[in-house]
């Protein structure tokens, strides 16, 4: 509506009439703060009852005040958690667990990465023949659920003799991450010009060359992206660490189940509720510190499919 | 760029090695023989023949779709082909690895490594094909001296203009021995200044070092000012190949007439007149003696015919003093500073005419004009093609 001539509103002496910021505070703003405060608090508040259960000494627990804050604390529960509660007869904590679960998701997280990404290279820039009816294969993959190939597996591992083994879990996640990790990977190279994998063919590059030296690095975001969903899913995996690690290497959540199963006497409520939130540690840390990442690699594998 | 010794002969003269090009090879010819390209079974391209002389700077010139970027990566490589053979440099290279085609390429969207220097990205070839590292400095820093880009050498292709990009991806071209260079619309990200500019370029590092040059454009000014010889495409055929100046002034047919020239050349269909020696071509309200024409084939009385002038030949009497071929009223007027276009209507047609900067025509205005005879191309309106 304003003019930039100066002199036009003062010739004509009418008053300046300004379009009024809208309020700031409306019934729909209420309504979605309202919203998100209940849900906030919906998901927030069995953490807070875990970590106050956590710091109580069992005497206090018994009064069944489950929301108070605790009147004497104490450190007592998370130690016996992490080094002294039992499993079974094995009475060395969730600690075991937790360097079990350590060592299956390191080496799975590289492997299933280094493949996906394989894959997706190859997928998107070599255009094999049949690589779409292989990728089809590979999706149909994606939506088989476990329980309908976990027995023909276990046979099958135990034939080649890599069942209730480190390599066996490892193999396990690794073909398990395998769809996923390759349809991120692919549509992330399907967003890169075709351009530059033929300049990189006209000076010579090979296969492995091109993969190593220009494609891998280019996709440090998307790679970011694959550690954080292959940590956090193969740290959070019950049922495959069950079957598959045995006894020697099962993961942390396994342990965790086994722990709060054990009884003897007396639950232990508060050392039960620290060896949950230890157990939770990693992918909670994951979360908070790479939020971000996250969403962004959930947009990459959900554009362009 | 002058300090470059220019060496295209065939043989490298010993005096030469004291500024010797960047590349030692010699700049190759290419031959391609009954090319036929097919993408998804369509066939793109067929039948296509055409040899580009060692040292020649040949530009591909058609609207998208022509064919032009395929033949272009057949010739790297990068397309299988169906059909036919491509020969560099006198070998037979249609089944080769486009790293042994003795090619250096550069792409519409520069394709720089994105991860590595502007040094790492000019040096990746030579790098995988395991040249000693003292040679590969070498020749890094003679391209980057003639790119002007010594400056940028330790740069990330994302901290580099659009000009200086393409400057790298010519470089990673130059450092490597290849008797071809072929260019795929290289300057068409650039906006139009830079555009100009890396024309001069481009145009004086082929005059320095002499590299046979296949380039790629939909750009009639890029080919008419860099081409030896120009190849119009369409329709995956070459219409007409040729020096610029020929081209222009002696189009084979419709198509290539109207692809070139801006404006576009004015068509007007009529008939011939043959009569005691002289040839008129005539319609309504239009009459140009066009006797001195050089006809292919001998023109008979009546034959229908398209006549084709360029709007800088007519020649419009704003002030109407002089008796025109016919007369057009002024409908626009686009002044361009040096040049003003006029668009007129003949007779319910339009027009264009290409005058001085210094007329000032009004829209409205009745005008006679004239058009050069020596100047025009007839056509045979079946088939299209220079009479």
Same mark, same amino acid.
């Given at each position: 509506? !304003?003019?930039? !001539?100066?002199?036009?509103?003062?010739?004509?002496?009418?008053?300046?009439?300004?379009?009024?910021?809208p309020p700031r505070v409306t019934p729909a703003r209420i309504g979605v703060y309202a919203f998100l405060l209940t849900g906030a608090a919906f998901f927030l508040l069995p953490l807070y009852v875990m970590l106050v259960t956590s710091v109580k000494p069992m005497a206090e627990i018994r009064l069944g005040n489950l929301f108070a804050l605790p009147n004497a604390w104490t450190v007592e529960p998370w130690i016996a958690a992490w080094?002294?509660a039992?499993t /079974?007869?094995?009475?060395?904590g969730i600690q075991?667990g937790f360097?079990n679960s350590v060592?299956i998701v390191?080496?799975s997280t590289?492997?299933?990465?280094?493949?996906?990404?394989?894959?997706?290279?190859?997928?998107?820039?070599?255009?094999?023949?049949?690589?779409?009816?292989?990728? /089809?294969?590979?999706?149909?993959?994606a939506f088989?659920p476990y329980q309908?190939?976990?027995?023909?597996?276990?046979?099958?591992?135990?034939?080649?003799?890599?069942?209730?083994?480190?390599?066996?879990?490892?193999?396990?996640h690794?073909?398990f991450g395998?769809p996923v990790m390759?349809l991120l990977?692919?549509?992330?190279?399907?967003?890169?010009?075709?351009?530059?994998?033929?300049?990189?063919?006209?000076?010579?590059?090979?296969?492995?060359?091109?993969?190593?030296?220009?494609?891998?690095?280019?996709?440090?975001p998307i790679?970011i992206v694959a550690v954080i969903m292959q940590v956090t899913a193969i740290w959070n995996d019950f049922i495959l660490g069950l079957?598959?690690?045995?006894?020697?290497?099962l993961p942390m959540t396994v342990q965790l189940n086994n722990v709060i199963n054990t009884t003897?006497?007396e639950r232990l409520y508060n050392v039960n509720m620290a060896a949950t939130v230890l157990t939770s540690l990693v992918p909670l840390a994951i979360y908070l510190i790479s939020g971000r990442w996250f969403v962004r690699g959930i947009a990459a594998g959900a554009v362009?499919g | 760029?002058?300090?470059?010794?220019?060496?295209?002969?065939?043989?490298?003269?010993?005096?030469?090695? @004291?500024?010797?090009?960047?590349?030692?090879?010699?700049?190759?010819?290419?031959?391609?023989?009954?090319?036929?390209?097919?993408?998804?079974?369509?066939?793109?391209? @067929?039948?296509? *023949?055409?040899?580009?002389?060692?040292?020649?700077?040949?530009?591909?010139?058609?609207?998208?779709?022509?064919?032009?970027?395929?033949?272009?990566?057949?010739?790297?490589?990068?397309?299988?082909?169906?059909?036919?053979?491509?020969?560099?440099?006198?070998?037979?290279?249609?089944?080769?690895?486009?790293?042994?085609?003795?090619?250096?390429?550069?792409?519409?969207?520069?394709?720089?490594?994105?991860?590595?220097?502007?040094?790492?990205?000019?040096?990746?070839?030579?790098?995988?094909?395991?040249?000693?590292?003292?040679?590969?400095?070498?020749?890094?820093?003679?391209?980057?001296?003639?790119?002007?880009?010594?400056?940028?050498?330790?740069?990330?292709?994302?901290?580099?203009?659009?000009?200086?990009?393409?400057?790298?991806?010519?470089?990673?071209?130059?450092?490597?021995?290849?008797?071809?260079?072929?260019?795929?619309?290289?300057?068409?990200?650039?906006?139009?200044?830079?555009?100009?500019?890396?024309?001069?370029?481009?145009?004086?590092?082929?005059?320095?070092?002499?590299?046979?040059?296949?380039?790629?454009?939909?750009?009639?000014?890029?080919?008419?000012?860099? @081409?030896?010889?120009?190849?119009?495409?369409?329709?995956?055929?070459?219409?007409?190949? /040729?020096?610029?100046?020929?081209?222009?002034?002696?189009?084979?047919?419709?198509?290539?007439?109207?692809?070139?020239?801006?404006?576009?050349?004015?068509?007007?269909?009529?008939?011939?007149?043959?009569?005691?020696?002289?040839?008129?071509?005539?319609?309504?309200?239009?009459?140009?003696?066009?006797?001195?024409?050089?006809?292919?084939?001998?023109?008979?009385?009546?034959?229908?015919?398209?006549?084709?002038?360029?709007?800088? *030949?007519?020649?419009?009497?704003?002030?109407?003093?002089?008796?025109?071929?016919?007369?057009?009223?002024?409908?626009?007027?686009?002044?361009?500073?040096?040049?003003?276009?006029?668009?007129?209507?003949?007779?319910?047609?339009?027009?264009?005419?290409?005058?001085?900067?210094?007329?000032?025509?009004?829209?409205?205005?009745?005008?006679?004009?004239?058009?050069?005879?020596?100047?025009? !191309?007839?056509?045979?309106?079946?088939?299209?093609?220079?009479?």
């Amino acid at each position: 509506m !304003s003019t930039p !001539s100066p002199a036009l509103p003062a010739a004509a002496g009418l008053p300046r009439v300004r379009s009024k910021r809208p309020p700031r505070v409306t019934p729909a703003r209420i309504g979605v703060y309202a919203f998100l405060l209940t849900g906030a608090a919906f998901f927030l508040l069995p953490l807070y009852v875990m970590l106050v259960t956590s710091v109580k000494p069992m005497a206090e627990i018994r009064l069944g005040n489950l929301f108070a804050l605790p009147n004497a604390w104490t450190v007592e529960p998370w130690i016996a958690a992490w080094s002294q509660a039992c499993t /079974g007869l094995d009475c060395s904590g969730i600690q075991v667990g937790f360097w079990n679960s350590v060592k299956i998701v390191l080496p799975s997280t590289v492997i299933s990465i280094f493949f996906g990404a394989l894959n997706g290279y190859a997928l998107s820039f070599w255009r094999a023949r049949g690589a779409n009816l292989l990728f /089809g294969v590979l999706m149909i993959g994606a939506f088989v659920p476990y329980q309908v190939v976990m027995f023909p597996l276990v046979r099958a591992f135990a034939a080649a003799g890599i069942f209730s083994s480190l390599p066996g879990i490892v193999l396990i996640h690794t073909i398990f991450g395998m769809p996923v990790m390759t349809l991120l990977f692919r549509n992330y190279y399907a967003s890169v010009p075709g351009e530059l994998f033929k300049a990189a063919r006209i000076d010579g590059g090979g296969f492995f060359r091109i993969f190593f030296q220009l494609m891998l690095p280019m996709a440090t975001p998307i790679i970011i992206v694959a550690v954080i969903m292959q940590v956090t899913a193969i740290w959070n995996d019950f049922i495959l660490g069950l079957v598959f690690a045995g006894r020697d290497n099962l993961p942390m959540t396994v342990q965790l189940n086994n722990v709060i199963n054990t009884t003897t006497g007396e639950r232990l409520y508060n050392v039960n509720m620290a060896a949950t939130v230890l157990t939770s540690l990693v992918p909670l840390a994951i979360y908070l510190i790479s939020g971000r990442w996250f969403v962004r690699g959930i947009a990459a594998g959900a554009v362009k499919g | 760029m002058s300090a470059i010794a220019v060496n295209s002969s065939v043989e490298p003269s010993p005096a030469s090695s @004291a500024a010797s090009p960047v590349s030692h090879v010699a700049s190759a010819n290419v031959d391609i023989r009954q090319l036929e390209i097919r993408l998804g079974g369509v066939p793109i391209i @067929a039948a296509m *023949d055409l040899h580009v002389q060692a040292g020649e700077f040949l530009v591909l010139l058609g609207p998208s779709g022509c064919g032009k970027s395929t033949l272009l990566h057949s010739i790297a490589g990068l397309l299988d082909v169906h059909e036919g053979s491509i020969e560099i440099g006198g070998r037979d290279v249609t089944w080769a690895d486009p790293k042994d085609r003795s090619i250096g390429m550069v792409f519409q969207s520069y394709a720089l490594y994105p991860t590595m220097s502007v040094e790492r990205n000019m040096s990746f070839g030579l790098r995988v094909n395991g040249t000693p590292r003292a040679e590969i400095e070498k020749r890094v820093a003679r391209a980057a001296e003639i790119l002007h880009l010594q400056e940028l050498l330790k740069r990330k292709p994302s901290q580099l203009s659009g000009g200086q990009r393409q400057r790298v991806a010519i470089g990673r071209a130059l450092v490597r021995d290849v008797g071809v260079f072929l260019f795929d619309e290289p300057l068409s990200n650039l906006d139009a200044k830079l555009r100009a500019e890396l024309r001069r370029e481009l145009k004086q590092l082929h005059k320095n070092i002499g590299t046979t040059m296949v380039y790629v454009t939909h750009d009639q000014v890029e080919a008419m000012t860099l @081409a030896t010889r120009i190849a119009v495409m369409n329709k995956g055929r070459i219409q007409q190949i /040729g020096a610029p100046g020929e081209i222009y002034n002696r189009p084979a047919n419709v198509f290539v007439a109207g692809f070139l020239g801006s404006p576009s050349m004015n068509f007007a269909e009529g008939t011939l007149q043959v009569a005691d020696g002289a040839v008129t071509f005539r319609r309504a309200g239009l009459s140009v003696d066009v006797t001195r024409y050089a006809f292919a084939q001998a023109p008979r009385d009546g034959q229908p015919v398209l006549l084709g002038i360029r709007p800088e *030949d007519i020649a419009l009497h704003l002030d109407g003093a002089a008796a025109g071929d016919g007369t057009g009223t002024v409908a626009l007027v686009e002044p361009m500073g040096a040049q003003t276009i006029v668009w007129m209507d003949v007779q319910g047609q339009q027009v264009s005419a290409m005058l001085s900067g210094h007329a000032e025509p009004v829209v409205g205005q009745q005008a006679p004009f004239r058009i050069a005879a020596e100047k025009v !191309s007839l056509f045979e309106p079946g088939t299209q093609e220079r009479l």
